[in-house]
């Protein structure tokens, strides 16, 4: 008989998985888009400076925005700039350091998904109504 597989797996669980696929879909879509199309077309337009802080901008705002949501200002605004730090270091590390290449990059990303699902797989973060809840850091 047919089984499906989701439903051999308990609700948290299959969460945490569904939450993993969107993370690796979003690890691929985001760099080439990002760093394969954004970048490439800012930097060529406006100069390495200046396109990838844009780029970086971007990426800050796209992945700061959602926190506007569910969280106070500024710790919003805090995650707006750290994450637009980081896309603007990983657009300088496909540019400058990997000759434009963004597999690096996307590698580095891809440690830090998967360093985020590991700390809630282990329990020192919790999603709880949308919202993530670290239950072992401030």
């Known amino acids: ?14 969460q945490r998985l ?3 696929g969107v993370r690796l879909g979003g690890l691929v879509l ?7 199309f954004l970048a490439k077309r ?7 400076a200046t396109g990838n802080l844009l780029q970086g901008l971007v990426f800050g ?3 700061g925005a959602m926190f506007f949501l569910v969280t106070t200002p500024l710790k919003a605004l805090i995650i707006t700039l750290i994450t637009g730090f980081s896309g603007w270091l990983l657009g300088w590390m496909a540019e400058k ?5 963004i597999l690096p ?5 891809g440690v830090g998904n998967l360093l ?11 999603r709880q109504g949308g919202k993530v809840i670290y239950t072992y850091f401030p």
């Open 1 to 14: 008989p047919y089984i499906p597989i989701l439903s051999l797996i308990d609700s948290v669980s299959r």
């Open 18 to 20: 569904q939450w993993s």
């Open 30 to 36: 985001g760099s080439l888009l990002f760093r394969g």
């Open 42 to 48: 800012l930097i060529s337009r406006f100069g390495f």
């Open 61 to 63: 705002l796209l992945h």
């Open 97 to 101: 350091a990997a000759g434009g290449s």
């Open 105 to 109: 990059g996307w590698m580095v990303h």
């Open 116 to 126: 985020l699902s590991m700390a809630e797989a282990f329990g020192y973060c919790d």
